[in-house]
């Protein structure tokens, strides 16, 4: 069975989070002020920042969400790896040194840092918390999607898991333990990742992987009922083991005749290999009838040739419509855009000493991102071939193709991806936190605060985001994570990078004009993502077609949107130099 709980996975997996938190309670021990709390005193090794920026960065959506999205529709998925990655060379050569200039604690604080507007404050505060709460539901959706397999509990349990234990990582040392748990989820994801690579390259390709009889499986079609009830072409089925769909390699090229397995393989020799086999992977399909939504998983016989071509997932690249060329075009460019403009990455840019060490750590996050990002085109290609993936949770396929080799080798991946899952919910919660208490409590509502205040005061915002994140991370279950985090991209893009950069580069621009763009991108992008055909099928259970939007990602209207309101309203108001005499 594919959920089947081992006393070692739950050991291994409690040994990796109670560590974690035993070292936030650590590092907490002594008292902190306001500087050490958000910010670690500025004095973070570049080194270590940079692996904590990859860990920081490494979310559920890149593990989980990439690998499941390969496993499942094939080399498409691995175009949101480019995506992410390709935002960081906008973060090296546009925003690094400058936002280490501009800013002490929060986004805001840089946005900020030539007018002295509450006005500014007020609207990067609660731009910096919508994206934070956005990217809290993949977060969160991961996290108990991962608790299901390894320790036979409810989603909802792991979800709360996550919560309570990411929030007393925040709590007790703030950055400081923020920064290492970071640390060290990403140093040992890389290399987790890396040996899992190497024993696909080892294993090869094989012939039926996983179960006997995958033949017949293949021709069956399986629903799910609102209810929970699972049919198999209309039968219910009460074993377990006839719950869960598999995929699986049918077919090796003809060079490979007679044998069930190629043996161990190259990197190029691998995706050659792949290319001229034939594969079974399923798609899913939803339903709504009187009983409500139902969910039909198909089994669908492809090429090799077919998996490794773009189109699988992003029509745009194959139907040829407009409406899905341009869903296509911005969502990649939410992704260049949005990594230079996520709050909890760019507060990280104030745990180094000066720019110099902002853009060597930098520098050393790019590397390492760079180095996972390849390889989860493997780990993609590798778990759909592996004959132990569950359609019914795409998020899955990482750690169900670990437990394929060996149990132990399952539960120390789904350790480190709930430690993943920590590293980047923690410095998320972090941006927040510093945007209640930093720039809301204080700089907006005036109430002022000795440093002990300002600590409590952000461990009390911390909890709260933590509440909400638990109730967003249940609601939104059913989910790929890495697509939801496309709409923490988009809004974080629209609202946050036109301030951001026009700032730097224009010195026309006023603090009206910033309040307007960064309100501007937030409302459009928020409502735009609302009103979406993937919101109205996916979150309100409607047809897609009472959509009034012509595509579901935003970010090509309103990234554009924002500069222009930016410059706009900056040409309409008085100039920061007219304004000071």
């Not at 496993?71 to 691995?78: P, Q, V």
């Not at 006997?212 to 009460?238: C, F, H, S, Y």
Request: charged share 10%; proline share 4%; with cysteine.
């Amino acid at each position: 069975m594919l959920h089947e709980t081992s006393p070692l996975a739950v050991l291994i997996f409690a040994t990796f989070v109670l560590g974690v938190i035993g070292l936030s309670f650590w590092l907490g021990r002594k008292k902190q002020s306001a500087q050490e709390y958000y910010a670690a005193h500025g004095q973070v090794h570049w080194f270590v920042n940079g692996i904590a920026f990859a860990g920081d960065y490494l979310s559920a959506a890149s593990f989980l969400g990439i690998c499941g999205m390969i496993a499942f529709s094939g080399y498409d998925g691995f175009l949101y790896s480019i995506g992410f990655l390709a935002g960081w060379v906008v973060a090296l050569f546009v925003i690094a040194e400058p936002i280490k200039a501009l800013g002490r604690f929060t986004f805001a604080d840089a946005l900020d840092a030539k007018f002295n507007s509450r006005g500014i404050k007020l609207a990067v505060a609660v731009s910096t918390l919508v994206v934070s709460v956005f990217y809290l539901i993949p977060q969160m959706v991961g996290a108990g999607s991962l608790i299901t397999p390894l320790l036979g509990l409810p989603h909802a349990v792991g979800v709360v898991l996550v919560g309570v234990a990411v929030t007393l990582i925040v709590v007790t040392a703030g950055m400081v333990s923020t920064t290492w748990v970071q640390f060290i989820k990403g140093s040992l994801l890389v290399f987790f990742c890396g040996v899992l690579t190497i024993l696909i390259l080892g294993r090869g390709l094989q012939v039926n992987a996983g179960r006997p009889g995958i033949e017949n499986l293949a021709a069956q079609v399986k629903t799910i009922r609102p209810d929970g009830t699972v049919l198999i072409d209309g039968v219910p089925q009460t074993q377990d083991h006839d719950l869960r769909p598999v995929g699986t390699l049918l077919r090796l090229p003809e060079r490979y005749a007679g044998k069930t397995s190629t043996g161990p393989l190259h990197p190029l020799e691998y995706l050659a290999a792949l290319e001229d086999s034939t594969i079974v992977t399923w798609s899913a399909k939803r339903h709504i009838d009187e009983q409500g939504t139902h969910v039909t998983y198909s089994p669908v016989e492809r090429t090799g040739a077919e998996v490794l071509t773009p189109g699988g997932f992003f029509k745009g690249l194959s139907t040829g419509r407009l409406a899905d060329r341009l869903d296509f075009a911005s969502l990649m460019l939410a992704l260049f855009c949005g990594t230079a403009s996520l709050p909890h990455i760019l507060i990280r840019y104030y745990t180094v000493k000066d720019a110099a060490a902002a853009r060597k750590s930098t520098v050393v996050g790019i590397a390492a991102i760079g180095v996972f990002y390849v390889l989860t085109l493997y780990l993609g290609l590798g778990a759909m071939t592996s004959g132990a993936l569950d359609p019914t949770d795409t998020n899955m396929a990482a750690p169900l193709l670990a437990k394929s080799f060996s149990t132990t080798l399952f539960a120390i991946i789904s350790a480190i991806a709930f430690t993943t899952v920590l590293g980047t919910v923690s410095g998320l919660i972090m941006a927040g936190s510093g945007a209640v208490a930093h720039d809301l409590v204080e700089n907006v509502c005036g109430v002022r605060m000795t440093d002990h205040e300002k600590v409590r005061c952000g461990k009390i915002a911390a909890v709260a985001l933590g509440v909400i994140a638990m109730a967003l991370g249940i609601l939104f279950k059913s989910f790929n994570v890495s697509f939801l985090v496309g709409w923490a991209f988009n809004i974080a893009a629209s609202a946050n990078l036109p301030a951001l950069v026009m700032l730097l580069f224009w010195p026309r621009t006023t603090k009206q004009g910033i309040v307007a763009a960064v309100t501007a991108g937030m409302l459009s992008s928020l409502t735009w993502i609302l009103l979406s055909a993937d919101t109205f099928e996916k979150v309100y259970g409607l047809s897609r077609d009472l959509s009034p939007m012509p595509f579901s990602q935003p970010g090509l209207v309103t990234i554009p949107l924002g500069f222009a309101v930016l410059v706009g309203v900056s040409l309409l108001t008085p100039s920061p130099a007219s304004a000071s005499r």
